[in-house]
């Protein structure tokens, strides 16, 4: 495939997880070429490529009679894609503190861990939960890399493509000013701070289990978020659920 389809396809490819993620998609809305092409500009061949590339990271499903709908999650499949995130997180840390890490690699998360305790400690008035996601973000994405482990990029990259399943998935939906996420993010941070310290300290076992652990966080967000009429709104993504029943 030549450089222009790739970036079509790439280009198509980001436009529809917008679209399906930001709600403009609802869950078992028919997605064709056509729209691609129209929307983003990009000839059919590329259009197919992407929907295809969408349908494998699973927002989108094939139809029996041809082509693609949206598709639809029930709440035990948000919470097996975030177990699932965790076991492999847990595997990176677990991986960092037996191989080891240089300190190329630990001075950067061991900086991010710090510029994180500086944004908890704001007050409720002046904390920015922007800083908070965008510093936890870079958390995980760190903690990959000291796995040095291609593996395990590579399924986390997959897993995470899911509109639920990454790190700050339910964070931006809850309400950064109640008692409940404040909460979260206080022991979130703890554990923050004690899988780098257990990779310090080449202590695998206790890497991988407080990473596992870590990502439960995300269970109670969508919790929060779940019984919050407000935010089930305001995050287009919950609208993937399935209704029970």
Known sequence: M??????????????????????????????????????????????????????????????PSGGFVVASFSEQDIR???EIRGTFEGMAARYAA??????TLL????????SLDGVIAQSTASFDLNDYVRLNDRFHELLVDCAQSV????????????????????????RSNSTGVRDILFVS?????????AIKNRQGTRAESIAIEHSRSAWKYLELAMHDEEQMIQWPGLRLMASPG
């Open 2 to 63: 030549s450089d222009d389809a790739n970036s079509q396809t790439l280009k198509a490819v980001l436009g529809l997880r917008g679209m399906i993620v930001d709600g403009v998609l609802a869950a078992g809305a028919r997605v064709a070429e056509p729209l691609l092409v129209e929307k983003f500009g990009v000839s059919r061949t590329p259009a197919r490529m992407a929907l295809v590339q969408v349908r494998d990271e699973g927002l989108l499903e094939t139809i």
């Open 80 to 82: 097996e894609a975030i």
């Open 98 to 103: 037996e191989r080891g890490v240089s300190p």
């Open 107 to 114: 001075a950067p998360l061991e900086k991010c861990v710090a």
């Open 151 to 174: 593996m395990i990029k590579r399924s986390l990259l997959r897993i995470i493509s899911l509109p639920f399943a990454a790190p700050n998935a339910f964070i931006m939906s809850s």
């Open 189 to 197: 941070q703890e554990q923050h701070r004690s899988i780098v310290d």
